[in-house]
């Protein structure tokens, strides 16, 4: 299983990114996929999910009408529209997979993660 994250970068307040997270090794349209975050200093915060076939989305209320996560399934690939971006949303972005073990609902796969700096 391999998750590579790309298109983060510098932006000023207000501006928008959108983030790609290209996803090998395994089915990629059986699996609900999510994008984490973690603001330096900071522990992981949860930020989108998408189920398998893109139909149903779900936010931390902190980036709802902002951000927009999508899926292309015929190309294993995820993606998260980030928009009116605030410094507060400088954080590594993670990619990662959701997986219904013994234990519950987990992550089971991260990318390396991909930087997201928003400064004047």
């Known amino acids: 299983v391999q998750l590579v994250e790309s298109g983060g970068g510098l932006v000023q307040p207000g501006g928008s990114l959108r983030l790609s997270c290209a996803a090998s090794?395994?089915?990629?349209?059986?699996?609900?996929m999510s994008w984490v975050r973690q603001a330096p200093g900071k522990g992981l915060e949860w930020v989108s999910d998408?189920?398998?076939?893109?139909?149903?989305?779900t936010y931390v209320d902190s980036v709802k009408g902002r951000f927009t996560i999508a899926r292309d399934n015929t190309k294993d690939t995820l993606f998260l529209q980030i928009s009116i971006l605030k410094p507060e949303d400088t954080a590594l972005y993670y990619c990662?997979?959701?997986?219904?073990?013994?234990?519950?609902?987990?992550?089971?796969?991260w990318g390396q993660g991909t930087q997201v700096t928003v400064s004047s």
């Open positions: 990662a997979r959701r997986n219904h073990l013994s234990t519950g609902w987990a992550f089971d796969y």
């Open positions: 090794g395994f089915t990629f349209s059986s699996y609900y």
């Open positions: 998408i189920n398998t076939d893109g139909g149903t989305t």
